[in-house]
């Protein structure tokens, strides 16, 4: 199993130390590094800035917004990272939530499946770059048919580095999962439990077994990512996951439509998902964290002393995943000393 370094989105600002991390990851042997982006900073341009100074790492995004861009200015952007990396470049993308696409991007959510599909398909028709792009679809098209008329396909003056370029797609619910293993060359769970390890077995394989499907199972790669804290008191490494988890869990999307919430709910865990949602949207955050449980936390998470995460991870090494993607600080992308000790706990 690999193991990447999830850097993830900012917060309220830049975060401190972060291009001594980026080094100090690739020095220590971590496969890649990761970004993302909600609404706030993007997962572009901190990994071009700050993966300039490495030369080894893999460098990827988990994810970028379908929303955010349309599919040929996220096709420019990632041949032109992955010419600067020198190929070390890989796409992760994702459809957000309704609360994120129509609140922030101002587009319509509904479909994302089909979206999806046809996102994806005009990626890679401009990455293999072999005709000028047409497309004409539910959701893009391409040239424009209702703008001058002056519009017509075109081809990337730029050459692909890579024309198998890997595009991973973030994935939660049980179609997404199976359109992922049909048309991507990866899945980015989020919050992914070794418990729920049989019920994305299937979906996988249903993606799997579709024609066309573009991997197998064995070149297919799972990157997970999985909030980590080295402490020797599990109940303080704890303490330090529950504030992402009642966020996500509480306070992501609306009350009745919650992808993240209805993860842990299928995991066993739905009364609790409810009472803390409850707590976080009543603007009572403090006790929607309090009321997360430490057994919840190690469901998704690498807690406490070294020894004890190293004997944890034989529980996901025996999953689908292939890359575990650990935070040593949620959001924060900063944290040399805990960046070490994972290091030396998995590596």
């Known amino acids: 199993m690999r193991i990447g370094y999830h850097l993830g989105y900012w917060s309220s600002a830049p975060p401190a130390r972060a291009l001594e ?40 995004t988990n994810v970028v917004q379908i929303s955010a861009r349309t599919p040929t200015a996220t096709a420019m952007a990632a041949m032109t990272l992955d010419h600067l990396s020198g190929g070390r470049f890989t796409l992760g993308l994702g459809v957000s939530g309704p609360q994120v696409v129509e609140g922030w991007y101002g587009q319509a959510y509904p479909r994302p499946l089909a979206r999806t ?4 398909r005009i990626v890679r028709e401009v990455i293999a770059r072999e005709h000028p792009v047409e497309h004409d679809g539910q959701f893009y ?18 050459h692909p580095l890579r024309r198998d370029l890997p595009i991973l797609l973030g994935a939660e619910g049980p179609k997404n999962v199976a359109l992922a293993a049909e048309i991507a060359d990866g899945w980015l769970p989020l919050f992914f439990s070794p418990r729920s390890d049989g019920f994305y077995r299937a979906a996988l394989a249903e993606g799997f077994g579709r024609p066309g499907a573009r991997r197998r199972p064995d070149d297919f790669e799972v990157a997970a990512s999985v909030p980590m804290i080295v402490d020797d008191d599990v109940e303080k490494a704890a303490d330090q996951v529950r504030p992402q988890l009642a966020l996500y869990i509480g306070g992501m999307g609306a009350r009745s439509v919650n992808f993240h919430l209805d993860v842990f709910a299928r995991m066993g865990w739905e009364e609790v998902c409810h009472t803390v949602q409850q707590l976080y949207l009543a603007g009572h955050k403090r006790e929607a964290i309090a009321a997360i449980p430490t057994e919840l936390v190690s469901d998704v998470a690498l807690i ?44």
């Open 117 to 120: 599909r046809e996102f994806i």
């Open 304 to 347: 406490g002393p070294a020894g004890k995460i190293r004997e944890d991870v034989a529980r996901w090494e025996s999953t689908v995943v292939t890359t575990l993607l650990v935070q040593s600080v949620p959001f924060a992308g900063n944290d040399l000393e805990g960046l070490t000790a994972i290091a030396e706990a998995l590596l």
């Open 21 to 60: 991390t980026v080094r100090a990851a690739e020095a220590l042997g971590f496969d890649s590094l990761w970004t993302a982006e909600a609404y706030g900073s993007d997962a572009l341009t901190p990994l071009a800035w700050w993966g300039a100074s490495t030369s080894r790492i893999r460098l990827a």
């Open 141 to 158: 098209q391409l040239p424009d048919q209702h703008g001058s008329g002056l519009g017509k396909p075109l081809r990337s003056t730029l």
